[in-house]
């Protein structure tokens, strides 16, 4: 346990006013940061010019590559250090870098209460994706620690999430449901866990309801985006904190109950302390991650967060992967091959073995697991991929950086209702085209167990696609504990062990508002760059890259991802085919 101390968060500021009126944030300076070096010294260039003039063509697929130019060496991603006087910080060093977590564990819920001093009521709101994970597992961990603390939801008046809140054990006789406003108003710790747009449309009035000294708890970055586009902060009347686990609520809440049987199982979080109005902000903090059910907690900053996260539901954790087998599974079944195996060489092969084994023993592995004439083929697909992939993320990075997507996010939910004498357009779902009907036969005959196949085309486009998304968060400056939640572990380890039970499209229909409109627009951009650079340069036989098969091979995050695999919780998600994870809200709008 660490020694006794102010609770303190290095990247904050304790807050003097208490004033509830919106402040501009400050600004932090910018910084120009270039794609063509390695982030290590040792490795070598990737010489994107001199392929893009082997290959002899922009129909190679390395025009891409010949635009990247080498403009300034980017700074090590800032130290996220922190002091807590309940939880025991560990240091670990990723790729050369020190980082600070604390490991979780159900031993651990008896120092919640110490954690949790000061709260007497914790109100969960919104019903959401997170909602109902996050308020189940904070009640039973408390329960567990003998802690009279009330967890009590808050939901709109006429929401039919309160008969799914009753079903679990909220109800308005034992106060533990109730009014939005009314549970914010009493709450010392309000977690807000609505959707993204109505964060930003009913922010002002959820922050006029909080007590002060209260403390506001966000599990996305989103709102912070939001205010700072118009030029504004929380209150400082209130601590602002977050915690952020890696993978959507019925992740969180399968991997806990899970977790009672073997410890340690569950989704591992960040956290971040955006303002501490008391010092109690860093530990409140750890102890919601702990309460959760985390194997273990890394810092972050809600800024950081938020862009790594926007960022990374529209690349590798949904939005990629649905262009890539999308542009694939067109490709294979245009060649000749049958579709149901088509369909194993994509969706079920990146769902299923190569995510397993990235899991377990990183990318690398998926290399090393192909023969000879195998290799040549990753190889192949990786070089043609990694630079039309990188093109989209690198744009898709800046338009969340820049305020652009999280707008658009915000202007998609107002459009899902009437107004201005124009019809609502809400999201509808994409599950009836071909592949995916081919989906639904493939998984109606597969084998329990059955990992699909490790097709070695797909593997090399799946990885390049990883690999591309690790080096964007690299360059921007995300810290290596981030870049491998954000890149691989939530992809592997909590989306695609969902999607191989029930498909991609299923998971594009079901997620989180925010990721479902992101990969709506990013996916066909995927697709399309994939289809009409990438394929067109492995048809048209140009060569390999051979310093990005070099620079992959000896990339210091290999390292780094296995430090973070001796972490791993012991036990996989288990996600039986009929699982329901439905959102509350898109079941009851099916009925």
């Known amino acids: 346990m660490a020694a006794a101390a102010p609770t303190s968060f290095s990247a904050t500021t304790a807050a003097t006013t208490s004033s509830k009126t919106l402040t501009p944030p400050t600004k932090s300076p910018s910084i120009s940061l270039g794609f063509l070096s390695s982030s290590s010294p040792s490795l070598k260039p990737l010489r994107a010019t001199a392929a893009a003039s082997r290959a002899g063509s922009r129909a190679s697929g390395s025009a891409s590559a010949a635009r990247m130019v080498s403009v300034q060496t980017v700074r090590p991603p800032a130290s996220q250090d922190f002091e807590t006087s309940v939880f025991t910080k560990e240091k670990i060093n990723l790729a050369g870098y020190d980082e600070y977590i604390v490991r979780g564990g ?25 909602g109902p994970a996050q308020a189940q597992n904070l009640r039973d961990s408390l329960a567990e620690a003998n802690s009279d603390i009330v967890v009590k939801i808050g939901l709109r008046k006429g929401s039919s999430s309160f008969a799914e809140a009753r079903a679990v054990g909220f109800t308005e006789e034992n106060g533990t449901l109730g009014d939005i406003y009314e549970t914010i108003s009493n709450s010392d710790l309000v977690l807000l866990l609505i959707s993204d747009s109505a964060q930003a449309d009913n922010y002002e009035k959820v922050f006029s309801h909080m007590k002060p000294n209260s403390i506001l708890g966000l599990s996305h970055g989103f709102l912070l985006g939001h205010l700072q586009s118009m030029g504004l902060d929380f209150p400082k009347n209130i601590s602002v904190i977050a915690v952020c686990p890696k993978g959507m609520g019925p992740s969180v809440r399968r991997l806990y109950v899970q977790g009672k049987e073997i410890n340690g199982a569950g989704i591992n979080a960040s956290f971040g302390v955006h303002q501490d109005a008391d010092g109690r902000a860093t530990d409140v903090a750890l102890g919601w991650s702990v309460a959760l059910g985390s194997p273990f907690t890394f810092a972050t900053t809600l800024e950081q967060e938020y862009k790594s996260d926007i960022f990374g539901e529209r690349g590798i954790l949904l939005g990629a992967v649905h262009g890539i087998v999308e542009s694939l599974f067109r490709r294979y079944t245009e060649n000749g091959m049958a579709e149901d195996l088509a369909y194993k060489n994509t969706v079920e092969s990146i769902t299923g073995i190569i995510s397993k084994t990235i899991s377990t023993k990183g990318m690398l592995a998926v290399y090393n697991a192909l023969n000879e004439d ?13 630079y039309p992939c990188m093109d989209i993320l690198y744009e898709c990075y800046e338009d969340v950086a820049s305020g652009s997507e999280i707008r658009s996010v915000v202007l998609a939910g107002r459009r899902f209702y009437d107004k201005e004498g124009l019809p609502s357009f809400p999201m509808g779902k994409i599950d009836q085209t071909r592949m995916w009907r081919v989906g639904e036969r493939v998984r109606a005959t597969r084998p329990a167990g059955d990992l699909g196949p490790l097709y070695p085309f797909t593997a090399g486009v799946f990885v390049a696609l990883m690999m591309a998304q690790i080096e964007i968060l690299r360059k921007k400056g995300h810290s290596y504990s981030e870049i491998i939640n954000e890149s691989v572990i939530e992809s592997v380890d909590s989306l695609n062990p969902f999607m191989h039970a029930r498909g991609v499209s299923f998971m594009v229909d079901n997620c989180s508002t925010t990721a479902r409109l992101g990969s709506r627009k990013w996916a066909p951009r995927f697709d399309y760059i994939l289809t009409q650079q990438a394929l067109v340069a492995v048809d048209n036989n140009a060569p390999i890259n051979r310093d990005l098969i070099s620079n992959f091979l000896s990339d210091p995050v290999h390292g ?9 919780p012991t036990v996989d998600i288990s996600v039986p085919a009929d699982a329901d994870f439905v959102r509350p809200e898109l079941r009851q709008s099916a009925n």
């Open 106 to 130: 159900r031993h651990l819920f008896k120092l919640l209460p110490d954690a949790f001093k000061g709260i007497k009521q914790i109100g969960v709101i919104g019903w959401g994706s997170q």
């Open 374 to 386: 195998e290799k040549k083929d990753f190889e192949a697909a990786y070089s043609a991929s990694y």
């Open 560 to 568: 780094a991802i296995e430090v973070c695999a001796e972490l791993r």
